[in-house]
């Protein structure tokens, strides 16, 4: 079973970037397909980001398309992700989370209870 940690969370000004890392233990991270949740207040969980198990297929959701880059290095057992051009809409607490790579791989669409495994998230927050 795998355990997850988010890093890289922080407050910055609108335009501004972050990189977002999770660092996987107690497995290995190429057994698992892996995703980016995020949760602003007052709000439910969404899903931003997932990347299939070898890294070579990804997707993101409309609200982030071509500002946020997802990557992993399995060797590493680390998922990244790059947050550019951040907005105040991009408030809210990060999640990295992971699923058995044999369930088909399905893009965007996700949705959080898809994934078995959790990290306890990172907050990140934007300014106007």
């Known amino acids: 079973q795998v355990q997850l940690a988010e890093s890289g969370g922080g407050l910055v000004q609108a335009g501004q970037s972050l990189r977002l890392s999770c660092a996987a233990s107690?497995?290995?991270?190429?057994?698992?397909?892996m995703a980016w949740f995020r949760q602003a207040p007052g709000k439910e969980r969404e899903f931003v980001s997932s990347?299939?198990?070898?890294?070579?297929?990804?997707a993101y959701s409309e609200s982030v398309k071509g500002r946020f880059t997802v990557s992993r290095d399995n060797a590493r057992n680390t998922l990244y992700l790059q947050m550019d051009s951040l907005t105040p809409d991009d408030t809210g607490v990060y999640y990295c989370?992971?699923?058995?790579?044999?369930?088909?791989?399905?893009?965007?669409?996700?949705?959080?209870?898809?994934?078995?495994?959790w990290g306890p998230g990172t907050q990140v927050t934007v300014s106007s």
């Open positions: 990347i299939a198990s070898r890294g070579t297929v990804s």
């Open positions: 107690g497995s290995t991270l190429s057994m698992y397909t």
């Open positions: 989370a992971g699923r058995d790579r044999m369930y088909r791989y399905r893009g965007s669409d996700y949705r959080d209870r898809d994934f078995d495994y």
